[in-house]
Structure formats: C-alpha cells, structure tokens
C-alpha cells in the first residue's frame, strides 16, 4: 500500500480544525457537551463579597482566643445578618454579630463561630471554642477573580463547566458549531445486527460504538450503514453522506481497500488531504475532502477506530495513579470526593470547599477516600479522571494574569496550580512543575526570589527573569494622597491585610518595620484578605479605609492607587524542561506578550543558573 508523506497528529488536528471551527451563540443550558469558541472572563468576583461559611456569629477572633468548653467567654451580641441583607453593622472590641450561612461578613469581624460552639443568653453569646481569623469566610474573590480566565477556548462543556458560567452570570456563550457526522462501516465480513453470522462473518461494531461517542460529544450522526468491497457502493455512500459536515469511514484503510477509499474521493472529484499518520494504532488514517465536505477514512479494529477518532475529535478517559502531596484530614465516618490537579505523577488537592464551584472545574480527577481513613499524606492514590490530560506543561506556584495572556498568546498548552511562591519553588525541586512563577522578597537583603533558591538548595532548575508588578496602596478617602500621609495617619486608618506568607504581607510588614509603625496598634492588621481582589473589593465597599494590592485592580475599581514598590515576578524553571517546545513558546511569548507589568531589559533571560 502506498503513503503519501506522513503527517504528525498536529498536522493532522490543524487540517480537522479547518473544517469544524465554525461557531455559534447558544444560551448556556443548550451548551451543555459543546466545546467553547472562547475565552471566559469573569466580569465580577465569585463571591462578590466576604461571606459566611456556617451559621454562626461573626466575631473578632482576638476576642475568642481564651475560650474553652469549661470556661467561655462571653460576647455582646449587637445584630444579625441573614442572606442578601446589608446592615450598617461594625464589630467592635466584646461584640458579635448572629450571621447566617453566605451572609456579608460585617465591618471589623475576622471570623465566624459555628453556632454549634455557641450558647445565646439574651443579648450575649457565650462562645465555647476559639477560632482563627479568618475561619469560616470565604472572602470576594477567592473562588473568581473579576477579570480572571475562568474557561479557556476549547473546554468541554460539562455541568460543572455550566455552573462556573452561571456563578459569573454568564447567559451566553460562543460555541463550536454541532457537528453532523455520517458513518458508513466497511467490509465484506460485516453484517448488520440482527442477523444471523455465517463463517467469515462479524457484526458491525463501529457503527455504533461511534454513534454513541459522538451522541456523548454533544453531536448529532446520520448512520448510512454497511458498503461492501465496491468501489460503486462504495461511492454511493459517500455522495449519499454529503448532506453532513463529516463522512467517517471504518475499516477503509487496510491494504488494498485503502486504494479503493482513496480513488473513490479522487472519482468524486475530491482531493486527498492526509494519506498516513505518524500515530500507532492509525498510520494507514486517510483523510480527504469532496465539495469542502471532510471524508475521515479510520481503521476497522474497534478499539483502534474509537481511539484514533478520540485523538482527532474527541475525549479521553480513565483512571491513573498518583502520588498525594500535602496533608488532608477527611470527614471520618463518610466517604469523601476529593477533587485534584495532577502535575505529572503527583495529585493536588483542592481545598476551596463545597462551595466554590471551581473546585471542579479545575480538578483533573477526583480520589475516593474511604470512610474509615482520616488522613491522606504523602502516599499513592488512585484518580478517576473527569477529563482528558492533555500534552501540556505544569506551571505551579503563585497566580498572575500575566500567565494567562502569556499562554493566550503563545497558544501553549499548559495546567496552571496556584499554591504560592513557595509551593511553586518546592514543586520545581521535586520535578513535579515545568515552570513556577515566584516573588518571594527576602526581608534581610531586600533582594527577590534568589536567596529563597539557595536557601532551598535548588539544584535542577534556572531563573527566567520575569516582570515587574507595581504594588500599592488603594482607598477611596480623599485625605490619602502619598505614603507620606498614610506613615502620618495610619493608627487613623482601618486597614485590610493579606494572608501571612503571602508576598503583599510581606512587603506591608516590610512597610512598618522601614517607618517603624507598630502593628499592633494597626486597626485591622489581623482581618486577612486572601487574594488582591479581596483587598480591593473590601476597600471599594468601604468595610477598610485602606489596602495593599496591585495596580490593575486599583483601576478595575475605580480606586486611587499610591505606589509602594515593584516586585519581581520572575520565572524558575526546571532544566530537563528547556528542551520543551511549550516551555521554550512559554519564554518567548514573555518576552514579547502585552502583559500590564513593567518589563525589565533582560526579560525571558536566565539570570541564575
């Protein structure tokens, strides 16, 4: 059998996406199984504001920290907040507010007590147990972002995905157009179901084993049933499927049947586009084309017809092993889903909670823990996967959305895993991530990101040189209008912090100790924001005076912005991944993307080997 030259699967998907690239605007209970034609950004944080996880009171978790059951401290309840109230309500110094689940967290609370570790006695709370701050809140911003990528072109639309759609109020998306897909079976030895087989004689499994795949895919199929050998029936086939957007053919393509696949579209006055494909099962793949109509030729073998029409057009699914980083503490007694992001052959969890809907759409799989086990750390796990892993590189460590446009405009292929900085240097260490993004400031030298390398005796990666992020503070009043004035009037302000560990904390306490502020005497050091959004929308919403986050939310929410300091949001990278064409698209686009961050003159250079 004769080949024309063999074409890579790239080359091959290229020529597909020709053909089935067309798009159309559907509401988003008919997307359902349709692949996105966009990009989704969300216009607003998912929650919109800081809320309540449990019934409970808010409270200052300062005030709770010597409670126990034998002795509990007793606080002046001053409110109640249900959901979708706004109160004017501030939490002070012995006070309380009863709050109930997905309620806003009032002005001055850093915490919820579950109403279950509470006694109400007239207008008092006794609270028998203490709680961190920020326990119990789930703050704006922390599942979506406002301007966050929340779907990338090309995602299948699962329920999970519709929820996320729905969470940013979404009504409408551009999808993939439905495809129709005409299957005919070829082969004098297959016979159709129902009847009975003679010697020689099988029945027609690919029919339906690709009717019921595509049905699954959300597309719609027209089966034309069995050609014999027959170069005319053949024919009669093909011209009888032109009504549909794409002819697949099983079992056309073997030895001396794959001529007559190919003359049949050369007769029909079609153009032979691909003729064998660097892919094993599939070399002898033929794809053609009659009247701008595609004609797939796929192998007969059933497992080898599924598998190469699910590298071209579909999905892939099934269950791996992987190793469990960090420590989890499951619900002992209940059997327990947890959703996971793999980075090559580790499992992360995702910890954002039953109510963050993109607990799901992030996750690669999920592990089943069994009722019995309290704890998963550090051992090997099974995934059931929700999707197909894809070639892609794994960048892990700290979120910024100049890595979305980077990999926007590079088209890489790429499993983005927000952890932090450090989780991100680590991850790198143990070969786990191709890339971390990292800003880690080193409060003796002043220095980023270098002395955290070699504290951590990280050997088998290089630093890229990043961008610089302008960090600020953000506010509203109109008496702060320079650092000078916030140095001046910071035991004024109610200030909004970010978490500890976090490069923002970092920089603020950095802030204090230069101009020798005490934080203690701070009002609001210790209510942490997770997230830069957070900060802003606390701000904006007037719950803080001031904050500390970067530039474009300031402009997002129409805040003043009083710089402080550039960061360096730089890149390390593992070695063995260099050689990598997504890693080395990933440098490169960096180096010339449209990113809203000061670039340094060596951007996209390695700077530490």
């Given at each position: 059998?004769?080949?024309?030259?063999?074409?890579?699967?790239?080359?091959?998907?290229?020529?597909?996406r020709?053909?089935i690239?067309?798009?159309e605007?559907?509401?988003?209970l008919?997307a359902?199984?349709?692949v996105?034609?966009?990009?989704?950004f969300?216009?607003?944080?998912v929650?919109p504001?800081d809320?309540?996880k449990?019934?409970?009171y808010?409270?200052?978790?300062?005030d709770?920290?010597?409670a126990?059951?034998?002795?509990?401290?007793?606080l002046?309840?001053?409110?109640?907040?249900r959901a979708?109230e706004v109160?004017?309500?501030?939490v002070?110094?012995g006070?309380a507010?009863?709050?109930?689940?997905?309620?806003?967290?009032?002005?001055?609370?850093?915490a919820?007590?579950m109403?279950?570790?509470t006694e109400?006695v007239?207008?008092?709370?006794?609270?028998?147990?203490?709680?961190a701050?920020m326990e119990?809140?789930?703050?704006?911003?922390?599942?979506?972002?406002v301007g966050?990528?929340?779907?990338r072109?090309g995602?299948?639309l699962?329920?999970r995905?519709i929820?996320?759609l729905?969470?940013i109020?979404?009504e409408r998306?551009?999808?993939?157009?439905k495809?129709?897909?005409?299957i005919?079976?070829?082969?004098?030895?297959?016979?159709?179901?129902?009847?009975?087989?003679?010697?020689?004689?099988?029945?027609?499994?690919n029919?339906?084993t690709?009717?019921?795949?595509i049905?699954?895919l959300?597309?719609?199929?027209?089966?034309?049933g069995?050609?014999?050998?027959?170069?005319e029936?053949?024919?009669?086939?093909?011209?009888?499927g032109?009504?549909?957007?794409?002819?697949?053919?099983?079992?056309?393509?073997?030895?001396?049947v794959?001529?007559?696949?190919?003359?049949?579209?050369?007769?029909?006055g079609?153009?032979i586009l691909v003729?064998?494909?660097?892919?094993?099962?599939?070399?002898p793949?033929?794809i053609?084309?009659i009247?701008e109509?595609?004609?797939?030729?796929?192998?007969?073998?059933?497992?080898s017809c599924l598998?190469?029409f699910?590298i071209?057009?579909?999905?892939?699914?099934?269950?791996?092993?992987a190793r469990?980083?960090?420590?989890?503490?499951?619900?002992?007694?209940?059997?327990?889903?947890?959703?996971v992001?793999?980075?090559?052959?580790?499992?992360y969890?995702?910890?954002k909670g039953?109510?963050?809907?993109?607990s799901?759409?992030?996750?690669?799989?999920?592990i089943?823990?069994?009722?019995?086990?309290e704890?998963?750390?550090d051992?090997?796990?099974?995934?059931?996967?929700l999707?197909?892993?894809?070639?892609?590189i794994?960048?892990?460590g700290s979120?910024?959305?100049?890595?979305?446009?980077i990999?926007?405009?590079?088209d890489?292929?790429?499993?983005?895993?927000?952890?932090?900085s450090?989780?991100?240097?680590?991850a790198?260490?143990?070969g786990?991530?191709?890339?971390?993004?990292i800003?880690?400031?080193d409060?003796?030298?002043?220095?980023?990101?270098?002395p955290?390398?070699?504290?951590?005796?990280?050997?088998?990666a290089?630093?890229?040189?990043?961008?610089?992020?302008e960090?600020?503070f953000?506010?509203?009043?109109?008496?702060?209008n320079s650092?000078?004035d916030i140095?001046n009037?910071?035991?004024?302000?109610?200030?909004?912090?970010r978490?500890?560990?976090s490069g923002?904390?970092?920089?603020?306490?950095?802030?204090?100790?230069?101009?020798?502020?005490?934080?203690k005497?701070?009002?609001?050091?210790?209510i942490?924001?997770k997230t830069h959004?957070?900060?802003?929308?606390?701000?904006?919403?007037g719950k803080?005076?001031?904050?500390l986050?970067?530039?474009?939310?300031?402009?997002?929410?129409?805040?003043?912005f009083?710089?402080?300091?550039?960061e360096?949001?730089?890149?390390?990278?593992?070695?063995?991944?260099?050689?990598?064409?997504?890693?080395?698209?990933?440098?490169e686009?960096l180096k010339?993307?449209?990113i809203?961050?000061?670039k340094?003159?060596?951007c996209?250079e390695?700077?530490?080997?």
């Amino acid at each position: 059998m004769r080949y024309l030259k063999l074409k890579s699967v790239d080359e091959v998907k290229s020529i597909i996406r020709e053909f089935i690239n067309k798009v159309e605007e559907v509401d988003i209970l008919n997307a359902l199984n349709r692949v996105l034609a966009e990009d989704i950004f969300s216009n607003i944080d998912v929650p919109p504001f800081d809320r309540a996880k449990m019934d409970g009171y808010a409270v200052r978790a300062e005030d709770t920290y010597k409670a126990d059951e034998d002795s509990p401290v007793e606080l002046k309840v001053v409110g109640e907040l249900r959901a979708g109230e706004v109160k004017d309500i501030e939490v002070k110094e012995g006070e309380a507010v009863e709050i109930a689940t997905g309620a806003v967290i009032p002005k001055g609370a850093n915490a919820v007590v579950m109403v279950e570790y509470t006694e109400r006695v007239g207008d008092k709370v006794r609270i028998y147990k203490p709680v961190a701050p920020m326990e119990n809140i789930q703050f704006a911003g922390s599942d979506i972002m406002v301007g966050e990528l929340v779907l990338r072109k090309g995602t299948l639309l699962t329920p999970r995905e519709i929820g996320v759609l729905a969470a940013i109020g979404k009504e409408r998306v551009k999808v993939n157009k439905k495809l129709k897909f005409a299957i005919i079976s070829t082969g004098n030895e297959l016979k159709p179901l129902g009847e009975k087989l003679e010697i020689g004689e099988i029945y027609d499994i690919n029919t339906y084993t690709l009717a019921s795949y595509i049905k699954s895919l959300g597309h719609d199929y027209k089966i034309l049933g069995i050609a014999k050998d027959d170069k005319e029936e053949l024919k009669a086939k093909i011209m009888e499927g032109l009504d549909c957007d794409i002819i697949l053919l099983s079992g056309g393509t073997s030895a001396g049947v794959g001529d007559l696949t190919e003359s049949s579209i050369l007769e029909l006055g079609g153009e032979i586009l691909v003729h064998g494909i660097k892919l094993k099962p599939g070399k002898p793949t033929i794809i053609g084309k009659i009247k701008e109509k595609l004609i797939v030729g796929l192998p007969g073998y059933p497992t080898s017809c599924l598998t190469v029409f699910d590298i071209l057009f579909g999905l892939n699914k099934n269950k791996v092993k992987a190793r469990f980083r960090g420590r989890y503490i499951s619900s002992k007694g209940r059997t327990e889903i947890l959703p996971v992001i793999l980075a090559k052959d580790s499992a992360y969890p995702i910890v954002k909670g039953s109510g963050a809907i993109t607990s799901l759409s992030e996750a690669d799989g999920y592990i089943v823990i069994d009722e019995n086990k309290e704890i998963v750390e550090d051992e090997e796990v099974y995934i059931y996967l929700l999707g197909s892993l894809e070639d892609r590189i794994n960048i892990i460590g700290s979120h910024c959305i100049g890595i979305d446009i980077i990999l926007k405009e590079g088209d890489i292929k790429a499993k983005t895993i927000n952890v932090g900085s450090l989780g991100g240097l680590l991850a790198v260490k143990r070969g786990e991530a191709d890339i971390a993004g990292i800003h880690l400031l080193d409060e003796k030298s002043g220095e980023y990101n270098i002395p955290f390398i070699k504290k951590y005796d990280v050997k088998n990666a290089v630093l890229v040189r990043g961008y610089l992020r302008e960090q600020g503070f953000v506010t509203k009043r109109e008496d702060i209008n320079s650092l000078e004035d916030i140095i001046n009037k910071i035991y004024e302000l109610n200030i909004i912090n970010r978490n500890k560990g976090s490069g923002t904390r970092i920089l603020f306490d950095k802030f204090l100790r230069d101009n020798k502020i005490d934080a203690k005497k701070i009002k609001g050091y210790n209510i942490e924001a997770k997230t830069h959004s957070a900060v802003a929308t606390a701000v904006a919403m007037g719950k803080a005076d001031i904050g500390l986050c970067i530039k474009p939310l300031a402009e997002k929410y129409n805040l003043k912005f009083i710089p402080l300091a550039y960061e360096h949001y730089d890149f390390l990278i593992k070695k063995d991944s260099l050689k990598n064409e997504e890693v080395k698209r990933f440098i490169e686009t960096l180096k010339k993307a449209k990113i809203p961050f000061k670039k340094p003159k060596d951007c996209g250079e390695i700077i530490l080997i």
